[in-house]
Each structure stands twice: as C-alpha cells, then as structure tokens.
C-alpha cells in the first residue's frame, strides 16, 4: 500500500444529505491533494494543501468544502451535491518542498455515488 | 501553458511481446515526468519518474521510460508484457519554470494484455 488511506472505500447519497471524506496519509508528508476522477475524463486537480494552508482551489462549486486540521489528514465536506459529482474522489500527498520534482502518493479513492 | 498528451486510448498486446504507452508533452523550460498506473477499483501507483541525468529511467514492475526532449516525447515501455499489467496508465508533467502549477495529468491509456 502507499501510505495514503481514504475512507468510506464507497459512499452513496442523496441530494440533499451532507457527508464527509477523509484522507490520511502516515508519510510524514506537508502537502495534500483532492482529486476528482471522472469516467472518459482526465484526472481533475481540486484542492491542494501545503503545510496546511490552502494553496489551490481548481474553481470548485463551494458545495464542495475541504479541510486540513493537520499534515496527516485532510477532509472533504460535501453538502447539497448533484448528480454529475458521482466519481472516484483521490486523496494524494507529497514532502512539500519542492512541489515540482516530488512524487505524488494516491490513497485508494472513494467511490461516490449520488442519488 | 503546460499539457499532456497521451495519444491512445487502448493499446493491446499479446503476453511475452514488448509493450509501449505513448506519451509527449509541452511545457516551458524543462519538464519532470511521471508514469503512473491504476488497476481496477484502486488509486494511482507512482511507476517512474525522470527529473533529470538519464534519459533512460526505469521504474516498478519492470517498466522503463525513455526521456526525449527533441521528440518531447516520454513513453512508457516494458520489454515482456504480463497478464497482470493489464490496467489503466497514466503520464504527468510539470515544468521545472512553471511556478506553482500544479502536475498535469494525461486522460490515460487502458493496457490490455493478452494470454
């Protein structure tokens, strides 16, 4: 495994319900990453956390909320979500330093269905 | 702008033949390169990657890549296809100039091997 943990593995909700996603990663990693994967579509950026401060937001609807207590973990809030959101959500991390040149280290995703 | 192309949607091989994922890039100044793979219901797994030095890089699994900057191609290779390397390959670039923007990820490439 690579270090990068996600749970729920699969999540299905309604419209109108409120859920959240959380990562973890046990790297020892300072940078953090959300990930939309969408069928026929390429891999979309959404969030990024540096040292735990936000440093990339990809134009996500603010139905979509992230959060970064600490380095290990990251969280993402979802409220009043649509169909179309239905995807495999990746949390990724990497050291931080050198954003340019580090690997990026993906959890295993969560299959989020919307009803 | 940096961008990846990855120009195959599906690439089939017999099991025991030599295996090639395309990939080539732009970006300004000079790229880091990634391969990453994704094997049904899982995240990413980091392969290789070329940051700079050889041109020849290899990786997990048996797989190589060749950096070509007159080409600004770098393709994924293995010289022996198995079964279980059928999965989901994807190529991502940054440019070393490129600031604070983020890896870019190409839309992916569904290997197939066949017994």
């Known amino acids: 495994e690579t270090g990068v943990t996600q749970t729920p593995r699969h999540l299905v909700m309604g419209m109108t319900n409120k859920k959240s996603l959380k990562c973890e990663q046990h790297l020892g990693h300072n940078a953090m990453y959300w990930y939309k994967q969408s069928a026929k579509k390429p891999l979309e950026l959404m969030f990024v956390y540096n040292f735990k401060e936000q440093t990339e937001n990809n134009s996500v609807p603010s139905r979509f909320s992230p959060e970064c207590p600490n380095s290990s973990h990251l969280f993402l809030h979802l409220h009043t979500l649509q169909p179309e959101d239905s995807a495999l959500y990746l949390c990724?991390?990497?050291?931080?330093?050198?954003?340019?040149?580090?690997?990026?280290?993906f959890g295993p995703g969560t299959r989020l269905l919307v009803l | 702008a940096q961008s990846v192309a990855q120009p195959e949607d599906q690439v089939n091989v017999a099991e025991g033949n030599p295996l090639t994922v395309k990939c080539t890039y732009s970006?300004?100044?000079?790229?880091?390169l990634f391969w990453y793979v994704q094997y049904p219901n899982r995240g990413l797994q980091f392969l290789l990657k070329?940051?700079?030095?050889?041109?020849l890089v290899k990786g997990s699994y048996g797989f190589e890549a060749e950096f070509n900057k007159s080409q600004t191609s770098f393709h994924l290779k293995k010289p022996s296809a198995l079964v279980s390397d059928s999965a989901l390959y994807f190529c991502a670039v940054r440019g070393e100039s490129s600031g604070n923007t983020p890896l870019v990820f190409g839309k992916g490439t569904r290997l197939s091997v066949i017994a």
């Open positions: 070329y940051i700079t030095g050889d041109n």
């Open positions: 990724a991390s990497s050291q931080g330093r050198v954003e340019g040149r580090e690997t990026q280290y």
């Open positions: 970006v300004s100044g000079n790229p880091y």
